[in-house]
């Protein structure tokens, strides 16, 4: 008659006293493992009207620092890769676009204003598009905007492209 042993098998640089495991064992564990794997979350897709709803939120605090005549803040929200098409030709690099636009901070009255009309999300989360009106100091509509917002650290929303156009105004036919 023949004694029956347990299917065992060797675990690599076990000693040898303890060097066998059972197979339903290492069955047990390998499922186990298996499913604490399968508890991982995929990442959360961002959720579109909240990201709106933050560049929307950026570009009105981006437009309060013109109002405010806070240089320093409007700084705050350039991206060291922004490009503006300001002047005759665009300006790239914070440092540029900052001094170009210093000129519209020295006075005590703001120069014009403008505020975010419509906003755009790609899906990933991380551009953004906003775009609106400009306004003289007597709210009169002189120009449009449009940015684009890029997310650089979660919830920090900094302008990578920014270009105003005039509108014309034309006498309507």
Same mark, same amino acid.
């Given at each position: 008659?023949?004694?029956?042993?347990?299917?065992?098998?060797?675990?690599?640089?076990?000693?040898?006293q303890h060097g066998e495991l059972p197979v339903r064992i290492?069955?047990?564990v390998v499922a186990a493992l298996a499913a604490l794997a399968g508890c991982t979350t995929a990442p959360q897709r961002p959720n579109p009207a909240e990201l709106r709803r933050q560049v929307a939120d950026t570009?009105?605090? !981006?437009? %309060?620092?013109?109002?405010?005549?806070?240089?320093?803040? !409007?700084?705050s929200?350039?991206?060291s890769e922004a490009v503006f098409f300001s002047g005759p030709e665009p300006r790239h690099g914070k440092q540029e676009?900052?001094?170009?636009? %210093?000129?519209?901070y020295d006075k005590p009255q703001?120069?014009?204003?403008?505020?975010?009309?419509r906003v755009?999300?790609?899906?990933?989360?991380?551009?953004?598009?906003s775009t609106g009106p400009v306004r003289d100091p007597n709210g009169k509509l002189i120009?449009? !905007?449009?940015?684009?917002?890029?997310?650089?650290?979660?919830?920090?929303?900094?302008?990578? !492209?920014?270009?105003?156009?005039?509108?014309?105004?034309?006498?309507k036919s």
């Open positions: 008659m023949t004694t029956s042993r347990p299917l065992t098998m060797t675990v690599i640089g076990a000693s040898p290492a069955i047990l570009e009105r605090a !981006f437009a %309060k620092t013109m109002a405010d005549r806070d240089y320093a803040a !409007f700084t929200f350039l991206s676009v900052a001094d170009w636009w %210093k000129r519209y703001a120069p014009f204003s403008w505020e975010p009309e755009e999300v790609l899906d990933s989360g991380t551009l953004a598009l120009a449009t !905007f449009t940015s684009i917002w890029r997310l650089e650290a979660p919830g920090t929303w900094r302008i990578i !492209f920014d270009k105003g156009n005039e509108v014309c105004d034309c006498p």
